[in-house]
């Protein structure tokens, strides 16, 4: 508010008066619900997670498996043509020591996030993944993480199936 | 190939979510006046401009003309007549209606403004452009404050 005006003009009402109704309201609750489908590509891939599985597409044309799977090379506008199971280890591409939350809270202990080449795909066709037991010292790009599961009973069809990468022992 | 056309989300893995997008929307000053005036004492009040010679109904605080505030409220009938009408058999999910509702666009007297709502005890074949008709108010203790007080307009 600038210094030469002293009130806001209008009828001000706060939230309390609104709630007590001793103004004359109307209310309204849009019946806006939602069904937002994964898709084929992405429904398969999703409950392969929850059997404990990773699937990926190929693309004939360009001869790489992409995972997570797509119906469609963007590479080549055509439609990729098998499914191809692929391992549930990989290789970290690149990663990030988050001291952050997801709130933007500062944290002593920080979350471990890698975009992890999976064995079996295309080089450079991967996904984003927390690590685990692991020291962030220790981890550098190259590494080979394996895929720690949760227990089959627990799992939802979600990329949350999977905790954690932890590395792969020789 | 793999392009089956699937077009019910729900037949592939989904997620259900429903948006909560709610509001309170008040009267203003010249609404919260109409619709009280309506509620307690059944009557449609309107705003009058004398400069550019406007009655405003449903009443507006300020003249849409001269942008002068009005401040002079007054009654007036609830008589009318229906300027434009439209005959629906459906509802608003597209069900039929067990009979069709009159809606129309009454002119209320002495005023320049109107309401649409709808209009009852009539069978649609007689309707005409021109009808004279009044509202009918419900009971004094169902009434919320809204449009819906007056129960429809019926041929006076």
Known sequence: MSKNMKELPGTPLSGKELKSEKVITFKWRPNAKYAWSAGIAYGRFLDELKAGRIIGRRCSRCERIIVPPRMFCEHCFVATDE??????????????????DADAN???????????????ASPGVGILHLLGNVAPDKIDVGMKVKAVWKPPEEREGSVTDILFWEPLED | MSFDKIR????????IGHMECDYVYTAGVAGERFYLALRED?????????????????PRMYCDKCFAELTNYKEVPL??????????????DGEVLPEPLVLAFIKIDQTDGGLIHTVGNIKP?????????????????????????IKCFQPA
Not at chain 2, 82 to 90: G, H, L
Request: glycine share 6%.
């Open chain 1, 83 to 100: 499914w191809v199971y692929v391992k549930d280890t990989g290789t970290i591409n690149t990663f990030s020591l988050s001291y952050l």
């Open chain 2, 8 to 15: 019910d989300p729900r037949k592939l893995r989904h997620q």
């Open chain 2, 125 to 149: 074949e007689s309707l005409k452009i021109g009808t004279k008709v009044k509202a009918l108010f419900k009971d004094k203790a169902k009434r919320t404050g809204a449009l819906t007080d």
């Open chain 2, 79 to 92: 008589t009318g007549i229906i300027e434009s009408y439209t005959i629906t058999y459906f509802d608003m």
């Open chain 2, 42 to 58: 059944g009557k449609l009040l309107a705003t009058r401009c004398d400069k550019c010679n406007i009655t405003y109904m449903p």
């Open chain 1, 106 to 120: 500062r944290i002593k202990d920080p979350i471990l996030v890698a975009v992890i080449d999976i064995d079996g």
